[in-house]
Every structure is written in structure tokens, then in C-alpha cells.
């Protein structure tokens, strides 16, 4: 059983910073993406930027240049960095990590989701 923890929530003004860390345990596959996600009220979870097991990182067009990906893989541990945060940028945000095993099945698990609020 894979487990993902989120934790650097929290309430900030506009242009403020956050950092959110997620740190997964249990059986995970050493080639894998870890991945934040968030869900606005009302609106459907989307990306907002992943990681892969290498370090090659992808953005969403709305968090470019402000948002940072990163990973260390030996505490199975991935982070965003959340720079010029504006109100926009309210949600609850989720780790995500899945991987395709070498018999071809397709693995992901979720974290519980830690809330971003961002006052104007």
C-alpha cells in the first residue's frame, strides 16, 4: 500500500509564497511521475505540474514561471514551490504518484489534499 502525505498549506496574500511537500511511503516503483494536482470549488481536479522519476519536470501554462517542481527521490518526497500566488491560485491541491509496472499495469495513488487560500 502506497500512502502520500501533503503538508505547507495554508492562508497567504496575494503575491505571497508557499511551499507544499508531499512525502510517499509504501511499495512504490522506482521509474514513476509525482504529480500535484488541485480542485477549485465547483471546477474539476486538474494538473498543475509533474515530475518525473529523472527529474524532467512539465507545467501547466497558468503556473509557469511562478510555480517550481522538484523531487528528492531518496525520501520519495516531491514539492511546488508557489511563488506571486494570486486568488486564482485557491484550491485544495493533491500529490499524486503513478507508474506503470513491468508487467504493464497501470498504478496511481492520491493524497488527502492540503488547502491553498489566497486573499486579495
Known amino acids: 500500500q502506497v500512502q502520500l502525505v501533503e503538508s505547507g498549506g495554508g492562508l497567504v496574500q496575494a503575491g505571497g509564497s508557499l511551499r507544499l511537500s508531499c512525502a510517499a511511503s509504501?511499495?512504490?516503483?522506482?521509474?514513476?511521475?509525482m504529480g500535484w494536482y488541485r480542485q477549485a470549488p465547483g471546477k474539476q481536479r486538474e494538473l498543475v505540474a509533474a515530475?518525473?522519476?529523472?527529474?524532467?519536470?512539465n507545467y501547466r501554462d497558468f503556473v509557469k514561471g511562478r510555480f517550481t517542481i522538484s523531487r528528492d527521490n531518496s525520501k520519495n518526497t516531491v514539492y511546488l514551490q508557489m511563488n506571486s500566488l494570486n486568488p486564482e491560485d485557491t484550491a485544495v491541491y493533491y500529490c499524486?504518484?503513478?507508474?506503470?509496472?513491468?508487467?504493464?499495469?497501470?498504478?496511481?495513488?492520491w493524497g488527502q489534499g492540503t488547502q491553498v487560500t489566497v486573499s486579495s
Open positions: 515530475i518525473t522519476s529523472g527529474g524532467s519536470a
Open positions: 499524486n504518484v503513478d507508474w506503470v509496472d513491468d508487467a504493464g499495469a497501470y498504478w496511481y495513488y
Open positions: 509504501g511499495s512504490i516503483f522506482s521509474r514513476n511521475v
